[in-house]
Every structure is written in C-alpha cells, then in structure tokens.
C-alpha cells in the first residue's frame, strides 16, 4: 500500500509540472494580445464571424462589379441608339428598309424638350411601351436638362436639332456652332454621343448638312408629316400619318414648342 501511495504522488505532480511548464512556454511564443480563453477556443466563434464578415464584403464587391458592367453595357446599348449604322454617316435618310420587311416605322419627336409636353409624350410612350427618337433644340435642353436625362434612361434616342433652330443661311462657322454645341451639350448632360442629326424645317441647303455631311452626322429626315405644327384635329392629325405610313417609313412629330419657335406661315414642311 504505502508503495502504491509513493506511485501515485508524484505521477500528480509529473502532470501538475508539465502543465505548467507548457503554459510558461506559451506565453513566450504566444503574442501578448491573446489571451487564455483565446488560446483554448472559446472565442472560435468571434472569428467565424469575422471571416463571415469578410466573405460578405467580397460579395458586396462582386455585386458592386458586376452591377457596374450592367450599367456600362446599359449605357452602351443607349448610345449604340442614338448612334447610325457606319454605312449611313454622312447620307441624308428619308427612310429605312427593314431587316427581313418587318412592319415596323420609326417615331420621332422635334424641337423639345419642353417641360411640360414633353414630359406628357414621354408619360404616353412609357405607358404604351414605345420608343421614339427625340431630336433636341440645344437652347431648350440647356433649360430642361432633367428631361434629356428622362429621355435616354426610359430608353429612347437623343439627336441633334441645332442650338437655335434657324433656318436662314449660315456660314461654315455659325453652322458648326449651331450642331457641335449642340451635340457637346447632349453628352454633357446625357452621356450620350450621338451622330444623328435633323436639320429644322428640313432646311437642306443653308449650310447645316453641308456641316453634317463632313462631321459623318447621319442627316435623317422623314416619309411622313404629321403637320402637326398646324394645330389639326386629332382624326385628321392621325390621318396625315396614317395615309403614308409603310414599314421602315419616318414619322414626324412635334413634342411642343414648334409654334413658339416659329410663326406658323414661316413654318414649312
């Protein structure tokens, strides 16, 4: 018995010594920072959620990156829009031939845009979800930049329609000021560059397309004439259309301020 008891003592004392003896070791090799509960596991936990933490900024990265390339490709299908195919730049275009004679025609709106008509056309277009294409009077944008912006985020295309809409001659100078400002001010305010251009009145010989033409601007003109400038009932303003409307045909419409702009027996298509 008393050789059993002499056994078992310092067996205690063995285990007692060595953990001691490793916990002096730790606390050479172990930074300071750490603690004992550190050292066991019982804050195993806290780092889970630190790497959680961190897993879920790489995904908020990730996210960030690619919702980034959907709005640049967002961006590049809207300017691709307002943008002609290369084999038109430079021509004057009264209308398209169709992809595989589909019955489709093109909308387009002039002169704006104005605060208040334009919003309303932009409101029906949503509403009925069309596109149109909305040829810009710099002056009228510099005044109402928001609806620039509305135009091109409800996805519709932006073109040029001079600074002032004049239709007298210009010489070269004034010519190039009237379409580039115009054209600066659309990306500016849209991002958008666009090459379309559509001279007001349909003015072809007073130094504005002869500007388009060596700028490689796409002159688009149109097949069919709403006149609506004229202020007609709404049956004979749907008829004016109707009667000359055929697939790749070009609508011409106003979204306001035509009147304004110009007197009426000044006006003409």
Same mark, same amino acid.
């Given at each position: 018995m008393e050789n059993r008891k002499i056994f *078992?003592?310092?067996?205690k004392l063995l285990i007692a010594l060595l953990l001691f003896t490793s916990t002096l070791c730790l606390s050479f090799v172990i930074p300071k920072s750490w603690n004992l509960s550190q050292i066991i596991g019982i804050n195993k936990p806290k780092i889970e959620i630190i790497n959680s933490n961190a897993d879920n900024q790489q995904r908020v990265a990730e996210f960030q990156t690619a919702m980034e390339a959907s709005l640049n490709e967002q961006l590049k299908q809207k300017n691709l829009l307002s943008v002609s195919p290369t084999s038109f730049n430079g021509k004057i275009i009264y209308e398209i031939k169709p992809i595989g004679n589909k019955k489709v025609i093109a909308l387009t709106f002039d002169d704006g845009p104005w605060k208040n008509s334009t919003r309303q056309t932009l409101d029906i277009l949503k509403k009925n979800n069309i596109k149109a294409t909305f040829? *810009?009077?710099g002056q009228a944008l510099k005044n109402n930049p928001e609806l620039g912006k509305q135009v091109i985020t409800e996805g519709h295309a932006i073109a040029n329609h001079t600074w002032h809409h004049w239709?007298?001659?210009?010489?070269?100078?004034?010519?190039a000021f009237e379409i580039d400002k115009t054209t600066d001010l659309i990306y500016q305010v849209t991002g958008v560059k666009t090459n379309l251009f559509r001279p007001p009145g349909g003015h072809l010989s007073n130094g504005l397309v002869a500007h388009a033409r060596n700028k490689k601007y796409a002159t688009l003109m149109w097949s069919a004439d709403s006149r609506d400038f004229q202020q007609p009932a709404p049956e004979t303003l749907v008829n004016n259309v109707i009667k000359n409307?055929?697939? #790749? #045909?070009i609508i011409l419409l106003h979204d306001g301020g035509a009147i304004a702009l110009v007197p009426s027996k000044l006006y003409l298509r």
């Open positions: *078992v003592l310092p067996h040829f *810009v009077v239709y007298h001659f210009m010489n070269p100078q004034v010519a409307a055929r697939p #790749g #045909g």
